[in-house]
């Protein structure tokens, strides 16, 4: 920052506390006049690559704000000390402070814009402290399930986030569930989004498989013909039951097949890249098709070690 600049911010600061000062002929502190006075000086502060002073003049622009009656502008002064922490790498305070300024938006009576401030915090934080991102997320669903007309499309879509974050981080039981509350949503559209819901049958199955679970990946596709219209007929469903009578068969060659079909390949990359790792009981390389094989992995018939190769 050049002098002239760092002297019109701490000009600023001046006035702003000026502002905030009492005294026999001023009862109360003017945070109206106040405010702007510090969020102009952190704004310079932060162009500056002061971040730290920069978020201590935004927590102040806030509190001006708050003080105010003024719980909007409260949570947006927030938001700017919660980026200033995201430069700082200070995600704890980051997360903090989105999540306080979400609560803000709650008292506003400003629903939507709390739910796209946790959405925004949440996908920072994905990839640094996906636990966290999780949090967020979840309580954006809980915003968008609360609200008085129903925001049921916007619910099922951070679910979806949810789902794919879990997936991401091998917490599959926890996705399985995730998904099921996505399929919940799905439903409750006017006249149900099928398609939505199927796809996601689709997702299961990916899991399930990956687990070595093809009792429950028989189960939510029986599932879903019961409660999906249109799902039996459905190119998904065709495709599914073609998966698991390979399972069934131990045909490791149609499994990979069927699994580099384009209904799989086009999924979500997050999903799509479950299909490498999925293979049929008792498969190992060079043997596509597999015999019974006891639990231990040995051919049932095959006592003699003569037998063997």
Request: proline letters at 2%; aromatic letters at 10%.
């Amino acid at each position: 920052m050049t002098p002239s600049r760092l002297a019109e911010a701490n000009k600023l600061i001046a006035e702003g506390e000026k502002y905030l000062k009492t005294g026999l002929f001023k009862w109360k502190a003017d945070y109206d006049s106040a405010a702007p006075c510090f969020q102009k000086a952190g704004i310079s502060y932060k162009n500056a690559k002061e971040f730290q002073r920069a978020c201590e003049l935004f927590l102040k622009t806030a509190d001006c704000h708050f003080k105010n009656g003024s719980r909007f502008h409260a949570a947006k002064a927030y938001e700017e000390a919660g980026m200033v922490c995201k430069e700082l790498k200070k995600f704890d305070k980051f997360a903090a402070h989105f999540d306080h300024a979400s609560n803000l938006y709650m008292e506003d009576g400003t629903p939507d814009t709390a739910a796209l401030c946790l959405i925004r915090a949440g996908k920072t934080l994905e990839s640094i402290e996906p636990s966290w991102a999780l949090e967020l997320y979840t309580k954006a669903v809980g915003v968008y399930v609360n609200e008085t007309d129903g925001r049921v499309r916007s619910a099922a879509e951070v679910t979806g986030r949810v789902s794919r974050l879990l997936v991401k981080m091998n917490k599959y039981e926890e996705a399985l569930k995730s998904i099921d509350k996505e399929k919940e949503y799905y439903a409750q559209f006017d006249g149900g989004d099928h398609g939505a819901s199927g796809r996601l049958v689709s997702c299961q199955v990916l899991i399930y498989l990956l687990l070595g679970d093809q009792v429950r990946a028989d189960s939510v596709i029986a599932d879903g013909t019961e409660r999906i219209a249109g799902f039996a007929g459905s190119d998904e469903y065709n495709i599914l039951r073609e998966l698991m009578a390979a399972f069934d068969a131990r045909d490791q060659d149609k499994t990979t097949m069927l699994l580099k079909s384009p209904m799989f390949k086009y999924m979500d990359a997050v999903y799509a890249r479950l299909t490498r790792s999925i293979k049929v009981a008792g498969y190992s390389n060079g043997n596509s098709k597999m015999s019974p094989t006891t639990p231990n992995g040995e051919d049932e018939d095959d006592d003699d070690d003569d037998d063997l190769c």
